[in-house]
């Protein structure tokens, strides 16, 4: 499938993966539509961007929140053909902790908008795709989802985090194989380390430390590296059913 010409939604788009994401669809010819829940930095995106371009505040927890954000998006450009899920969350905490038990309200806020979110999205918007028009392959979708490397060699602190990406990676095959009557493909990226705003705030030092980490190339990943894999994705028919690992070889340490 080509960029050039097909909607894309994006989840977690105001920033991020997702922001790098949804620049380089426009950039080569897409129509792109936000699904953030940070109202502020999804209009001043959207509103740099032009009219290909606009914005859905929108809870991928929440069923009707979704719904209206898909809703939106085939009102304002008749179709949509590509799904990208960047939205999550990454709180740290360990399961039995100085104060006591990790609150279950916060490990299921984790998995909430991770892995529940992700499929929330995914069967709102397949329901969209499959009313598309075929391509001479018979592709009329495609969907893809953002694991964490985390969802194999989770750290100490990262219980929700791992087992929510661990779902994520769990569930791109047999929902792939499930879309492959309707003509959609599902992949998803398990990036390593980036420069999100997840890590922005750490010292330099804490930076420089996780930069040595990393087997080669000795950084993190830049997020226009991560939307140049969406890209490939989108337009190789052939990736279908699979998680691919953006990590520079890292394997993380327990801690």
């Known amino acids: 499938m080509e960029v050039k010409d097909c909607v894309t939604v994006v989840t977690g788009g105001a920033s991020g993966l997702g922001e790098a994401t949804v620049r380089d669809m426009l950039k080569h010819g897409g129509k792109v539509v936000i699904f953030d829940f940070d109202e502020k930095r999804g209009k001043e995106v959207s509103s740099e961007l032009g009219d290909s371009v606009i914005f859905c505040k929108t809870d991928v927890t929440d069923e009707k929140s979704v719904q209206a954000a898909v809703d939106k998006t085939l009102e304002a450009f008749g179709a949509l053909h590509i799904a990208v899920n960047c939205a999550g969350v990454g709180t740290p905490a360990k399961v039995l ?74 569930m791109t095959l047999p929902i792939a194989r499930e879309f492959a009557d309707y003509g959609i493909r599902v992949m998803t990226i398990a990036p390593g380390l980036f420069e999100t705003p997840m890590l922005a705030g750490l010292p330099e030092k804490a930076k420089e430390a996780l930069n ?20 490939q994705i989108v337009e190789n028919p052939m990736l279908n059913g699979s998680v691919i690992r953006l990590d520079a070889a890292l394997r993380m340490a327990a801690k």
């Open 97 to 170: 902790g100085k104060d006591g038990p990790v609150p279950i309200d916060s490990f299921n806020k984790v998995v909430q908008i991770n892995l529940i979110g992700t499929v929330n999205v995914i069967r709102l918007a397949a329901e969209k795709m499959v009313k598309n028009t075929p391509n001479e392959d018979g592709e009329k979708g495609v969907v893809i989802n953002t694991a964490s490397a985390a969802a194999f060699e989770g750290q100490i602190g990262q219980a929700a985090y791992s087992a929510s990406k661990a779902g994520v990676v769990g």
């Open 212 to 231: 040595k980490m990393m087997p080669f190339p000795k950084r993190l990943g830049k997020p226009f590296e991560f939307a140049l894999l969406v890209r």
